[in-house]
């Protein structure tokens, strides 16, 4: 970004994120930051929006505040229909490109799964240990947080075994 001619204070990045979710910290500092006049630059469309309907509503945003956009280096002008065009195409692509990413990923997993690599967050306590630790509600000699330091997990991890027996023990409304 230095190199395009951005300041180091002017530079916000979204640690975490990807340009799939439209709420972003850092995205929404730059926003919030650009002036009339001033120019917003992004390395490249997919780092600003993921899908062209999010990057529409930027590009408009940006516009009516009379913010320019800058795409690696190129100004995007809203009124050159040539440069709206590509615009579009470089969204439409971008979208393209974070809906192969999401198939793969499931295609990925769904194998993972059939081949029993992917089981998901394993349980904090066993069945011999959920039952005991329910036992222990049952009797009432200890608090709940005594029960999960006894029990050696955390009291969420407590308090959420109790939840779910109590949801699997508590009727449903009649129909």
């Excluded at 994120?17 to 002036?35: I, K, Q, V």
């Amino acid at each position: 970004m230095m190199s395009l001619g951005v300041e180091e204070e002017n530079i916000h990045v979204d640690h975490g994120f990807t340009g799939t979710n439209r709420t972003r910290p850092g995205l929404g500092e730059a926003l919030a930051s650009c002036r009339k006049g001033d120019t917003l630059v992004v390395t490249k469309l997919d780092r600003l929006a993921r899908s062209v309907l999010d990057a529409r509503n930027i590009a408009d945003e940006l516009t009516r505040k009379g913010v320019a956009l800058s795409l690696g280096g190129s100004i995007y002008d809203p009124t050159d229909p040539i440069g709206k065009l590509l615009f579009n195409v470089l969204g439409i692509v971008a979208e393209f490109e974070s809906d192969l990413i999401r198939a793969r990923t499931r295609e990925g997993m769904a194998v993972a799964k059939a081949k029993g690599r992917l089981r998901g967050k394993q349980p904090k306590l066993s069945d011999h240990q959920r039952k005991h630790l329910l036992g222990l509600v049952d009797e009432g000699e200890y608090t709940r947080g005594e029960i999960a330091e006894l029990m050696g997990v955390s009291r969420t991890t407590a308090y959420r075994e109790i939840q779910r027996r109590a949801r699997v023990t508590t009727p449903g409304p009649l129909q």
